[in-house]
């Protein structure tokens, strides 16, 4: 299996278990090393503080941090799969009033306890963890030992009595069930591409579908989650990566690289899906060869550099650095940092299996008792009896309700699929006997950008009144398109206050501040916001500019270019500062027919221009 990686240096997408940052390196060279390859710059005060310890805390990336020759093995452990003593569980670095469990390994002692992925670990023993804590110290130990660990779940606390035992790390695992061939990967190291090979290879005659569970995932190595990929894809630019400087180099894999299978995948997602899952996720995107299911995924969207003998001269005797060099990008161009991936079907945790499962029945040419769902460039085929077998019914209907305007759905209970008329999933359910709940809002019909609003309410990222209705030709404020963006990208909301007027306390608070510490928005230049004055057409296209340079390479590579002559003339109608914002919309197609630029903004505007981005830039699943 020949691959060529870009790279010198290994890149590494993985959420690594927590380190302590006391380094034997000397704190001159790790300065050096900081500067030379930290993404976002590293400023001048905070390179000068005295230890390497102040300086990463200072710098709050918990991706970047020095390990010792033990911690960086048990580090290559966590994604290469190699047994290991412990309970049998990977944790987020990241401390927030604990460290999350990302991942529970298969017979381990973890699984047995019952513990499961987005329980918090906040103590060991009766020991409280903090962020200078590394939870593995008290949790690893001596075979047949016992260990008591503490987690939070739904905000009660949990004391977990477990036995250590050696644990088997097994990356990928595979089986058919059904008409599925299902690959269950918990991390992209050494083996993955092979054992995803061998799976491929062992049921390809019996699949009529790849589902590819990644929701338990945090990553891996960048070269792993290529070559894997590219398994399902066949050869090509499977990576892009950005240093600080701007510049670009990728990660591909070399023409006539084996396309193993025709068959479409299904991935399925979580909010523990991360950096690497992202990036197999949006490969399978970029190149067509299938769709996502679940939630929306972690958000990384950052590389590593890891930093030790082999490439470093001033790493000694196992020691080892990661540092964040690259935001990394999908072959079509888009960002999953903070974002995540968006599946193209949302679909609640508790019926993400069965509904993927639904929508592996092997394709029948006869539509008898069958659904044909067109999605993203695939097509699927339910069974309608094991659709509506009791334990199915809750999944059916929720992936019914999922289906985005894009989607086309035939059922027929006889003649030809060529015969079928497309049903709406609302009628179809009706037709089936099913409690169907919209996800649509009640007069968006009204509206010319119909299907844009539809679609921004099937993934959750607008809603409507209290009334039940979205209001279409209604102005909106700044507020509310501050909300409805910082919906759409998933921020996590701003602390403090940024402007004068603008409450902690108030509703859009979180959002606005969110988009302010982006750059998004600015303020009026007096410290106020004004966040019920009505936004206007222009200022929504400046800010979606921004959005898109930030989110996706054509929309960074767009705001770099100047206005030509030709251009100016063509956007005249914009003032000034608006007019290559106007230039970067049109291109990306996001501008709607004959608004007027100066004119107030209204909801239905802002939902058009908001989809139509999000669609040109890949961040809703074509």
């Keep these: 299996m020949k691959k060529a990686i870009s790279s010198l240096l290994a890149l590494c997408l993985a959420l690594s278990l927590a380190v302590l940052p006391a380094s034997a390196l000397e704190l001159d060279e790790a300065r050096e090393l900081l500067a030379l390859h930290y993404v976002d710059g590293v400023p001048p005060e905070v390179l000068e503080l005295d230890s390497l310890d102040a300086i990463l805390e200072a710098l709050g990336d918990p991706y970047t941090f020095y390990m010792t020759p033990e911690q960086y093995e048990m580090f290559n452990q966590s994604v290469n799969g190699q047994v290991v003593v412990g309970i049998g569980a990977t944790v987020e670095n990241a401390f927030t009033d604990g460290y999350r469990i990302m991942s529970i390994l298969p017979q381990s002692p973890a699984l047995e306890a019952g513990l499961s992925p987005g329980d918090i670990l906040v103590a060991v023993d009766g020991i409280e963890l903090t962020a200078e804590t590394d939870p593995r110290t ?25 036995t250590r035992r050696a644990v088997t790390i097994p990356i990928v695992t595979y089986e058919e069930v059904g008409s599925a061939g299902y690959i269950n990967c918990i991390s992209f190291g050494e083996s993955t591409a ?30 792993a989650t290529a070559t894997s990929a590219s398994l399902f894809t066949g050869d090509g630019i499977m990576l892009y990566f950005r240093d600080g400087s701007g510049a670009y180099n990728y990660t591909y894999t070399l023409p006539g690289f084996p396309d193993l299978t025709d068959m479409p995948v299904i991935v399925l997602t979580s909010e523990h899906s991360a950096s690497g899952s992202e990036l197999f996720a949006g490969d399978i995107r970029a190149y067509g060869a299938g769709i996502a299911l679940g939630q929306r995924t972690f958000g990384k969207g950052t590389a590593q550099i890891v930093l030790d003998e082999r490439n470093c001269a001033y790493m000694e005797n196992g020691e080892a650095m990661k540092i964040t060099a690259y935001r990394f990008f999908a072959p079509d161009g888009a960002t999953n940092y903070i974002t995540g991936v968006l599946p193209t079907l949302l679909i609640s945790p508790e019926n993400t299996e069965r509904a993927a499962l639904l929508l592996s029945c092997s394709w029948s040419p006869d539509p008898e008792n069958h659904i044909q769902i067109e999605l993203a460039g695939q097509k699927f085929c339910v069974s309608v009896d094991q659709a509506l077998e009791e334990e199915n019914v809750a999944a059916f209907t929720e992936l019914l309700e999922a289906l985005p305007p894009s989607a086309r759905v035939l059922y027929s209970t006889g003649g030809s699929w060529e015969e079928c008329e497309p049903v709406s999933p609302a009628v179809l359910a009706g037709e089936l006997g099913l409690s169907f709940t919209p996800r649509t809002l009640s007069d968006a019909a009204d509206s010319p ?154 909801r239905e505007n802002a939902a058009a221009m908001l989809c139509r981005l999000m669609e040109s830039i890949h961040l809703i699943w074509g």
């Excluded at 590579?557 to 100047?562: K, M, R, T």
């Design 138 to 162: 008290y949790i690893v130990g001596e075979e047949g030992t016992s260990v008591t660990i503490t987690v939070v779940r739904e905000g009660k606390r949990l004391d977990v009595t477990l």
């Design 194 to 223: 092979d054992t995803f090979e061998e799976a491929i290879k062992e049921m390809e005659d019996h699949a009529a579908v790849w589902i590819v569970d990644l929701r338990a995932n945090p990553g891996g190595d960048s070269g």
């Design 449 to 602: 950008y119909a299907r844009e609003i539809d679609t921004l309410t099937t993934y959750r990222i607008l809603s409507g009144y209290g009334d039940g209705a979205f209001h279409p030709k209604d102005t909106i404020t700044r507020a509310q398109f501050c909300t409805m963006v910082a919906s759409a990208l998933d921020l996590p909301a701003g602390q403090g206050s940024r402007f004068d007027d603008v409450n902690p306390a108030d509703w859009y608070a979180g959002a606005v501040n969110a988009m302010a510490s982006m750059g998004f928005i600015s303020g009026y230049g007096d410290g106020r916001f004004g966040p019920g004055d009505t936004v206007s057409n222009q200022e929504m296209v400046a800010i979606l500019s921004r959005v898109a340079a930030w989110a996706s390479m054509d929309g960074y590579d767009l705001d770099g270019q100047e206005l030509t002559v030709q251009e100016r003339g063509q956007y005249a109608a914009y003032v000034d500062w608006a007019q290559r914002p106007a230039r970067n919309l049109d291109r990306l197609n996001a501008l709607p027919d004959g608004m007027t630029p100066t004119a107030p903004g209204t």
